[in-house]
């Protein structure tokens, strides 16, 4: 059995490579992620679906603020119960614009600004 001794080293170092791979991937997926930063919007209770739409498209507009797509309201009606502003390239200045756009509705109750790092406790 001359061959086995060959082709085990060979195996290993497929493995070996493989693995590798794999945890450089979840790596820079992971470091990717470390770079998240959202402010979640609060609303007053009786705040319509036409005010948070109203709401929402006043203050997506602002330099590095984007909001994830409008869900089907028909099907997810409570879907707007809190707004979601996707901040991760905002500077500072960027995200005191998005606080200072938010305040001026009185039906914005509050705003949580969270990152990556945050344990949610």
Request: a positive charge; glycine letters at 8%.
């Amino acid at each position: 059995m001359p061959v086995l001794p060959r082709v085990v080293p060979t195996v290993m170092a497929l493995l070996v490579t493989v693995v590798a791979i794999g945890v450089l991937a979840g790596c820079s997926r992971f470091d990717a992620a470390l770079g998240q930063q959202q402010a979640i919007v609060s609303f007053h209770g009786g705040t319509s679906t036409a005010e948070r739409l109203t709401i929402r498209a006043a203050c997506v507009g602002l330099p590095a603020v984007s909001a994830p797509k409008l869900p089907d309201l028909k099907k997810y009606p409570y879907a707007l119960q809190q707004l979601t502003f996707n901040l991760s390239k905002a500077t500072n200045a960027q995200v005191a614009g998005l606080e200072k756009c938010l305040q001026q509705f009185p039906a914005v109750a509050g705003v949580t600004l969270q990152d990556s790092s945050d344990t949610g406790g």
